[in-house]
């Protein structure tokens, strides 16, 4: 085996790979990361960083490779969106509200990752309480994206709200990220960043210690630089947790197993509704592309409808905002996080502390949240939208009938200006408008880096699977990668600065 | 379906969100713009149609009656904005 | 249906009629919470029994408990109401320092039990049957300390998450009364079913009282036409916690609002307090905003779905209830007031029926326990579970009385013996000579029976043993009358 000209150019299964091997130790991979995260401050991809915690377990778990006990992801430095608590380590959500909020439990998907052997770089920025496509929202300021357009110096955001751990895997950071979805939260920013992401089907990761935005949306997932690298870390991240009611009692599967297994005889969906009004030539030209190579790989195409396809962005923007005010209400200022200096009763205390806590975009939505579940409007609003959501996931269910995944563009564009689309908050959720029929239904969705813009910038592809069938998604990514042949990366702009 | 700035106001207050003045009227505009948008909705025929109780398809787990918790007094004082005697203190509450 | 004759209120203007609803809150006896592992104890050190779940901590997840289920639909089954095999837990949103979710996890539109009934045991022997809308399951709120200091509440979030049952009387009582009969009974019913313990001073189980008026026969109308239009406007008494209060209190409410609305007042529906110190209702602080609790299925948990085979489970292992028990005794020979008086507690059911097991008649046990034994308890402030005296000896006592062994008297006086030395009642009877002549000379009884001329011997016993004062006539006619023999 052949180590890459930099450590930090491997990817998560090459220096698996590698470090089981004893090829290169967990401490020179790791130490590679942690000068590529100081180096790369200017990304602004990282809230804390731990070095310190990150070097104690690189050197623990070189001892126990040389002991023979390797653990699957022995030694492996990861990235940790700040959304999940992690025990010991400052955890903000990337809001003011936690302050310095020191969760004293673990996450699930966290605390299986480190069963797991893997190390801790640092906690990742995001859109605050993972509210946006573009991590412009955060307390800690916008993350940039590794990613510029070629002759420009304009900075491009990340996508959102995973936006810190896709900059983290994009810019060679760390080996791979971890991410949650809600709306998109992983499969926009991994699109316009060139990375892989997906979302699994709700139910699949644990979702105790993630700091909760929308309960019946939120979903952890991978983002990594391949699908292999995907497949691997979800079979880690995944599993069946009695701390969470709505985690699903199915094992989990060796998802690398039978990821080359290829797509012959695979019967790919094209919905036509998402081939939205103004959809962008490159867009329409990258679809198409997608399509030619399945087909060129033995799969057979089958043109479907998801006549409800329209709906999913409002009801999207009624049932996420109505779960999050309910679940933001427990951050009053009154057992941990930021509270309001000399607050001269109990009200004053809760709305002074929440006004200065939490953003603009996070105070919008509590607000329609509020609103769509008050008395008079819960069966306008709330109770409708959620009726929205049967038909959805029956427009998916007919579909399925005749086909095994959905292939359809990841998002309507490339990376955009930072700042360039925060004066209209419709304007912004328009984004979403490929990726949140997919958490509406529960389902499992995966973006694979597929093409280039003109200029220069990532395209992705969105692969919508069956619940629980993440396997034939990540063979169907791994065959789009394949004849995508995706291997630009983006230019360290950021040493130069 | 439009709100005003009482109806802003209202929220905010059962929000527990302080919101100042200047800013009412800015939000009257951001929230109307999102509920007009969201009005297509009532295009739809919901008739007939259940609200999605659950995507996941099991029963509700439950678990035994053990005592596995607590006992973490300290834990939760150590983030706490104010405590006392194990106590979260808060501005008096009259009832 | 019971046509019993309303207590009236007497007005100014006329009649009036009380109409009391109740909303009590029971804790549910168990080891842990309803959606945490932490304990349940009471009176720990603050903050001690918390799990991060209680505490609202980011990312924490409810999971249910099975035995708070179990005792719920043991509870239901218990109130004769209808078990419903798929409920939905609710969020039930606002701000308290006390409930740091935010939101109370409860359950609205779809509770674990429906409709059931109440049979109410009153004083003069009359059962009146109130009906239970339903019972559903939610969460307890921690507790708030505001009178420790000038400036700052402290909050014990303990109580936090602990399981409650909100069981929902209709509109049926009709004085203060019947209101504390209700809590007594369900309190019994309860504590019989080992569901919860009743403790009103410990606050393991509190009343929501709603009283309204209206004029003499507005009644009777709501209950043939089911229109709540025939009732007045109510209000809600909160947090009552003891029975005695609750009467005080509705009596003190239906009052008020009489003289309101002689003197040409409305009733604003509002939530009131107790103040037990003067006896009087008052308004809480009046909120800005009504609650606006907008109340959606909690996405963190699925529908409670259980299996009739489960619910069969339970009903067939429910112990006798009161009622039950009640009809048992009667049919065994007890007044419908003594059985009434027996199975009021559980307690004292229990040791009635240890009694019953130890080989004593119902009747005699009952008259011996309500005549003599339970009001000895009373008097010296003691529960039955910290009597002086078992079962077993008090049953020994009337065994020895129906078979005159010894007589009503020196039962009595055994019973102060045994109440402060203890001891063996059948040891101390031989050994204290404490027989009644007739039964410490059975072969004497043989001969006078066969010849009742030589009932004079007894006569001498007897003086004997009265040290020459018992009245000889007197004895040899209670004689005749103990020995059946001929005049």
């Known amino acids: 085996m052949t180590l890459p000209s930099k450590l930090t150019d491997f990817s998560l299964a090459e220096a698996r790979d590698a470090v089981q091997a004893k090829k290169v130790s967990s401490k020179e991979l790791t130490t590679a990361f942690v000068k590529a995260v100081a180096d790369a401050r200017p990304l602004n991809a990282f809230v804390t960083e731990t070095p310190e915690k990150a070097l104690e377990m690189a050197v623990a778990s070189d001892v126990r490779i040389a002991h023979g006990n390797a653990r699957p992801l022995e030694g492996l430095p990861l990235a940790i969106k700040d959304l999940f608590c992690t025990k010991g380590v400052k955890t903000t959500a990337g809001s003011k509200i936690l302050g310095n909020f020191v969760p004293p439990y673990e996450s699930t998907v966290s605390q299986n990752l480190w069963d797991a052997g893997a190390v801790m770089l640092g906690k990742t920025n995001m859109d605050e309480f993972a509210m946006g496509s573009s991590n412009e929202t955060s307390h800690f300021g916008p993350v940039f994206n590794p990613w510029r357009a070629r002759n420009s110096n304009a900075n491009l955001v990340p996508g959102g709200s995973s936006g810190g751990s896709a900059a983290a895997v994009a810019g060679n950071l760390c080996l791979a990220a971890t991410g949650t979805d809600t709306g998109g939260s992983i499969r926009q920013p991994a699109a316009v960043t060139g990375t892989v992401g997906i979302k699994p089907t709700y139910g699949r990761c644990s979702r105790f210690g993630i700091v909760a935005f929308a309960s019946s949306l939120d979903q952890a997932g991978p983002m990594t630089r391949t699908v292999r690298d995907a497949a691997l870390l979800l079979k880690h991240m995944a599993s069946v947790d009695p701390k969470d009611s709505t985690s699903v009692d199915i094992p989990v599967p060796d998802y690398e197993a039978t990821l080359e297994d290829g797509v012959k005889g695979l019967r790919v969906g094209i919905p036509k509704e998402y081939r939205i009004d103004n959809m962008p030539p490159e867009i329409e030209q990258l679809w198409q592309k997608g399509i030619e190579w399945l087909k060129a790989q033995g799969a057979q195409i089958v043109d479907v409808s998801l006549p409800h396809t329209k709906y999913a962005l409002p009801t999207y923007y009624i049932v996420a905002p109505a779960e999050a005010s309910s679940n933001l209400a427990r951050y009053d200022g009154v057992r941990y996080g930021h509270r309001a200096a000399g607050a001269k009763d109990i009200v004053d205390l809760y709305e002074r502390s929440r006004a200065e806590g939490f953003g603009k975009e996070v105070q919008r939505r509590i607000l329609i949240g509020t609103y769509v579940l008050s008395s008079g409007y819960y069966d306008a609003y709330y109770s409708r939208a959620q009726k929205l959501r049967t038909l959805i996931l029956r427009d998916f269910t007919e579909a399925y009938k005749t086909c095994d995944v959905l292939l359809t563009p990841a998002t309507p564009g490339p990376a955009f200006g930072v700042g360039e689309k925060t004066a209209d908050p419709v304007e912004m959720y328009l984004n979403d408008v490929f990726t949140v029929t997919v958490n509406l239904a529960g389902l499992p969705g995966i973006a694979v880096p597929a093409g280039l813009t003109a200029n220069g910038l990532p395209l992705g592809l969105q692969l919508i699977g069956k619940a629980f069938d993440e396997a034939t998604l990540f063979k169907a990514a791994r065959a789009i990668e394949i004849a995508a042949g995706f291997t630009a990366k983006p230019t360290e702009w950021w040493r130069a600065a | ?95 | 249906m019971t046509e019993r004759t309303a207590k009236l209120l007497k007005g100014q203007t006329g009649d009036w009629e009380i109409v009391i609803g109740m909303e009590v809150h029971a804790q549910i006896l168990s080891q842990s919470k309803l959606f945490s592992g932490a304990a349940t104890a009471f009176g720990a050190s603050p903050n001690s029994q918390v799990s991060f779940i209680d505490a609202g901590m980011p990312g924490m997840l409810p999971v249910i408990n099975k035995w708070c289920v179990e005792q719920a639909v043991r509870t239901g089954l218990g109130l004769k109401a209808q078990i419903n095999l798929t409920s939905v837990f609710d969020r039930k949103n606002y701000f308290y320092p006390d409930l740091p979710q935010g939101y109370q996890i409860s359950q609205y539109k779809s509770p674990i039990v429906g409709e059931g009934e109440i049979l109410l045991d009153m004083n003069d022997g009359s059962t009146i049957p109130v009906g239970i809308e339903r019972l559903h399951m939610e969460q307890d709120a921690g507790k708030s300390l505001h009178d420790q200091s000038p400036d700052s509440s402290f909050v014990d979030l303990n109580r936090s998450g602990v399981a409650l049952m909100e069981i929902v009387s209709k509109p049926h009582m009709r004085s203060s009364e019947e209101a504390a009969a209700f809590l007594k009974k369900l309190r019994a019913i309860l504590r019989y079913l080992g569901t919860c313990d009743g403790n009103m001073d410990e606050g393991s189980m509190r009343a929501d009282v709603n009283v309204s008026v209206c004029r003499a026969g507005g009644y009777e109308k709501f209950r043939a036409t089911g229109d709540f239009k025939h009732l007045g406007t109510r209000c809600e008494i909160k947090n009552v916690n003891s029975m005695r209060f609750v009467a005080q209190a509705v009596e003190y409410e239906a009052r008020r609002q009489v003289d309101l609305i002689e003197e040409g007042g409305t009733i604003v529906q509002e939530t009131r307090l107790f103040d037990s110190k003067v006896g009087e209702t008052r308004s809480m602080r009046s909120k800005e905003d009504a609650h606006d609790y907008r109340y959606f299925p909690d996405p963190d948990l699925l529908p409670l779905v259980l299996e009739q085979s489960w619910v069969d489970g339970i009903a067939a292992s429910l112990p006798e209830l009161p009622d039950a028990k009640k009809t048992r005794l009667i049919a065994a020979g007890l007044s419908p007031y003594d059985a009434s008086v027996l199975v009021a507690e559980k307690e004292s059911a229990d040791y009635f029926e240890a009694m019953m097991a130890a080989g004593v008649e119902a009747k005699a046990a009952a008259n011996w326990l309500n005549n003599e034994y339970f009001g000895r308890l009373n008097k010296a402030g003691l529960a039955i579970a910290d009597g002086p005296v078992s079962a077993a000896a008090n049953a020994a006592i009337v065994r020895m009385v129906a078979a005159n062994t010894i007589s009503g008297k020196i039962a009595k006086d055994l019973l102060d013996i045994l109440w402060s030395e203890g001891g063996d009642p059948e040891a101390i009877v031989e050994a204290r000579g404490l027989k009644q002549v007739t039964a410490a000379n059975p072969e004497k009884v043989e001969e006078v029976k066969a010849k009742p001329k030589l009932a004079s011997w007894f006569v001498g016993q007897v003086m004997k043993a009265s040290g020459g004062k018992a009245n000889p006539g007197a004895v040899n006619a209670i004689l005749k009358q103990k020995l059946n023999l001929p005049d």
């Open chain 2, 1 to 95: 379906m439009t709100v005003g700035k009482d109806d802003v106001r209202k929220i905010a207050k059962l929000a527990r969100l302080a919101l100042d003045e200047s800013r009412v009227e800015p939000m009257v505009g951001e929230l109307n713009g999102i509920f007009q948008w969201v009005e297509q909705l009532n295009e739809v025929d919901v008739a007939g149609v259940p609200p999605l109780t659950s995507v996941v398809e099991q029963r509700l787990k439950m678990r035994d009656d053990v005592v596995t918790d607590g006992d973490a007094a300290n834990a939760l004082m150590a983030n706490a904005p104010s405590g006392e005697d194990h106590f979260f203190v808060v501005p008096k509450v009259v009832e």
